[in-house]
């Protein structure tokens, strides 16, 4: 079983709120289950789309409250870490899709790539190495992102582990 | 839905084990999420019980593998938090029932009580405050404990939100 | 050097305050580095007397915002952690000194024990394993709590590193 | 009385230990704080810089055993929180400089401007926004970096408290 990260704002436009809703459909389509943030935005948008194909959402929530979770979410987990928790998403995930995204997104892209785990970019930052590299592989489509982030972290599933 | 978090050592007795099992089972049997530390002994024997029933169990790990988890859970999350994760378990569950133990189970009952979440004892810490009482309800088997900690949840429910 | 946590609740009376004030004294008489919860209470009063022997104590806030910490700090340290702070001054510690206290505080001991930091009690939780023992040798005043308390600290120094 | 952290890799070339060591210089002159993550490269090099004036330089580390500290910190926070210990160099700084640096810089730098703490960046990665405009100022040399560093953590004080 996979467990795929989408990360992204807490505000979002309707054009990307579309994009992320289709970007959790597609993780549930392939049986992965979604870790997300918990809260709004393009977390919200990725839960819906998990729960419109049955399939699992879990939010990792960054304040003491679990009313802070979006609607959509099939479990949520309360950390009380505030922005300590996107280390956690990091850590869980066998692979992240950055939707789009502000400064936590940038955050947790660079977490995810410390912890060896990918990173697939939609519509998202940006970012070059000193060789003009993009340091992330991007896609256009929301299913395409989802085919690339499988694929890798297929590839590097040996060292993350495996739920089952 | 509840999340009833089970903590307890990670080397247990036999009798131990099953008594977390039990309660693992009935967690299950009234519809609760278990939540955990995800690893062995007690937390893989409520693991155990719940998968008997066909219920959800989510690990709450301390490490930065997810190879540490026991076989029985049907979620993880990997936090590399170490003991710091036992705060999330916590802030996370509508109430804790504490199996047996060890210093990490006494954290976790300060932690809980701290937040407000409610703790039932089972074999666990007898502990009591300056004026001698309690601070926890003891039970004295698996069915009672789970009993009594969903009652306890659903009298603080208002103030720890809802996953749905 | 030896860092000294002294933790116990944000309120307090009279009397308690004036202990906690004396151990800080006492731990900065003796060249340690006090580390604390960095808010009122017992971690202002220890804070408090650490300033008057011109020590140094260092508080580990578990909110956002630096302005929660006491106005005798040396230095503060801002998590945005919540409760998982607790875990921190126990891992950062080469001995607790536990005054009074609430939940907070028997969460701490069981962190630090969990982790293999001895822990003295002044005035705190008497909490007895299932022969009937102490978990924690326990002081009868402030001077011989940080006598205590350095003593078992020195006995575990191989295990915890220093930091000069 | 000021934070200041400084970010960037535990391995890095003699060319970047000079000009963190610069940095932990300027720091120290300035009568700020410096905070790193207590390891070895920049860390240590700019704790090195630290004590070559007599300053006081604090390394919040990663791992669980304060032996992993470089060896010029004044004082070390053991947090036992892998790679999550970066929010906490975040939250706890007035503003930071990041020199050169991998994934985990990367990191701090959205973590950083996430809690709305200023960066200036020496050597580091260019990130641009979706408007083509670097996210961070960029300074060329150690002691302007510092310069810069303040007079933003100045603007920005009200929000964050003081120690001081």
Known sequence: MYYIGVIGAAD????????AEEVGREVAKKGAVLLCGGRGGVMEAASLGVSQEGGVAIGILPGID?????????????????????AIIARSSHGIIAVCGGYGTLSEIGLALKA????????????????????????????????????????????????G
């Not at 979002?12 to 994009?19: A, G």
């Not at 519509?123 to 085919?147: M, S």
């Open 12 to 19: 979002c436009t309707p054009e990307v709120y579309r994009l």
């Open 66 to 86: 679990r009313r802070e979770e979006n609607p959509y979410l099939t479990y949520s987990i309360v950390t009380g870490l505030n922005d300590a928790r996107n």
């Open 116 to 163: 060896g785990v990918p990173v697939v970019g939609l519509k998202t930052w940006d970012i070059k190495n000193p060789r003009g590299e993009n340091i992330i592989p991007l896609a256009k489509q929301a299913e395409e992102a989802v085919e690339m982030i499988l694929s890798l972290a297929g590839e590097g599933r040996v060292g993350n582990g495996d739920a």
